[in-house]
């Protein structure tokens, strides 16, 4: 496969006796929704904190746009984590104290944009998630549905190349899911960041351009062409 | 399902007289189905033999059951072709599937690839499904969300067994 956003390369985790990742590798191109699938445990979730530079592997390496993550500085994979990555998660991921306008703004504020700028850019997102309805509501307020789409609109607010989603529908019922699934992967191809979803449902990976299946901490050898 | 290929996967095992054949595939694959005719197995075997995907070893004596059968090396080939081609999505594929599965275990062959191989076949109709219900109208919705179900209910079996396979190894006798 070539141009590849971002790889791993033979990563190794594990956590005390249990071995999580097992010499797993991956290839991202950009642009592409990527469903990393397989059973509970299988360390899918893993390899995505791994290739998000949450969790460093004990061996291997994770490249992003050609740089090692692990001869970055703390400081300057930070940045990366802020600027050119988004993370949607099951649940848990938005300011409770905040509205949900001002959680999607979030991310802006902390890369300097002014106050006003960033909740013009943060409406927009709501709107084109279809929950600028609920701007001015505190996440305890609004649905599982809605937040997850909140959560999704502060992940591109920032224009990410890549968008990493962990579970992203796990907490909500099929409708829903579909909903965000929908507007979700249709905003991340318009702003073309690729996307790095784990699941272990397929109607979600249904929604991806190609599978990775995640078995006992490898990434199996077929990765399926879309 | 071909019953061909599976008495050739049967045979990877070793030869075996049609008798033993016909009951071996009762015994692994005839849950749930009546069982294999013995006009059939013979009228299988012959057309193996025909295509050189078997071949006899005589015994003295007369009769059908005094030939004993064996598999050629082309006869392997069509049973691993087989084995790692992806079945065209339809129901009641079950059947299909974990004949092919108990064989691959049977044989040394790998079932995850097997699996991993349906999953994609699975994920790529879809993939197809999902496209069409997101552009069209409701009625579109519902007709693929059906079709949807049904596939996410066999690839949801499909993941249980490849959770079981050391469990199914266990149990599968060479």
Redesign the interface.
Same mark, same amino acid.
């Given at each position: 496969m070539t141009d590849a956003l971002l790889t791993a390369h033979d990563l190794r985790l594990r956590f005390g006796e249990t071995t999580a990742l097992d010499g797993a590798s991956l290839r991202v191109r950009a642009g592409e929704v990527l469903a990393l699938m397989g059973p509970s445990g299988s360390g899918k979730s893993t390899l995505l904190h791994c290739l998000a530079g949450i969790l460093t592997p004990e061996s291997g390496q994770v490249t992003f746009d050609g740089d090692d993550l692990a001869a970055l500085t703390d400081a300057a994979r930070s940045a990366l984590r802020r600027t050119k990555f988004g993370f949607v998660f099951q649940f848990g991921q938005l300011v409770p104290e905040l509205t949900c306008l001002e959680n999607v703004a979030l991310p802006l504020r902390l890369c300097g944009v002014s106050r006003r700028e960033a909740r013009v850019a943060a409406a927009g997102w709501l709107e084109r998630l279809e929950v600028d309805d609920v701007a001015g509501k505190r996440p305890g307020q609004v649905s599982g549905g809605q937040g997850q789409r909140v959560a999704v609109a502060r992940a591109l607010v920032t224009r990410p190349t890549v968008i990493f989603a962990d579970e992203p529908t796990g907490a909500l019922d099929s409708l829903n899911g579909e909903r965000v699934m929908k507007l979700f992967t249709a905003a991340a191809r318009q702003t073309g960041a690729a996307v790095v979803l784990v699941t272990h449902e397929a109607r979600v990976a249904a929604y991806s351009d190609r599978e990775a299946v995640v078995r006992d901490g490898r990434v199996r050898e077929q990765e399926f062409a879309a | 399902m071909s019953v061909g290929f599976a008495l050739l996967g049967l045979l990877e095992n070793g030869p075996a007289h049609g008798y033993d054949l016909k009951r071996n595939y009762d015994e692994r694959f005839g849950a749930g189905r009546a069982p294999l005719h013995y006009g059939q197995v013979y009228s299988t075997l012959a057309r193996l033999l025909k295509h050189g995907l078997v071949e006899v070893e005589s015994e003295p004596g007369d009769g059908p059951d005094r030939k004993r059968y064996a598999i050629t090396d082309a006869g392997i080939t069509d049973v691993a072709d087989w084995l790692a081609r992806p079945e065209k999505p339809e129901p009641y594929l079950q059947s299909t599937l974990f004949t092919k599965i108990i064989l691959a275990l049977m044989t040394g062959r790998d079932a995850? =690839?097997l699996l =991993? %191989?349906q +999953? *994609?076949e *699975?994920?790529r109709l879809? +993939?197809e #499904? %999902?496209r069409r219900k %997101?552009d069209g109208d409701l009625a579109d919705a519902l007709i693929c969300d059906h079709a #949807?179900f049904h #596939? &996410?209910a066999d #690839? +949801?079996w499909l &993941?249980l067994t /490849? /959770?079981r396979l050391d469990q199914l190894a266990e149990g599968i006798t060479r």
């Open positions: - | 995850n =690839d =991993d %191989t +999953r *994609h *699975h994920l879809m +993939r #499904l %999902t %997101t #949807l #596939l &996410e #690839l +949801r &993941e /490849a /959770a």
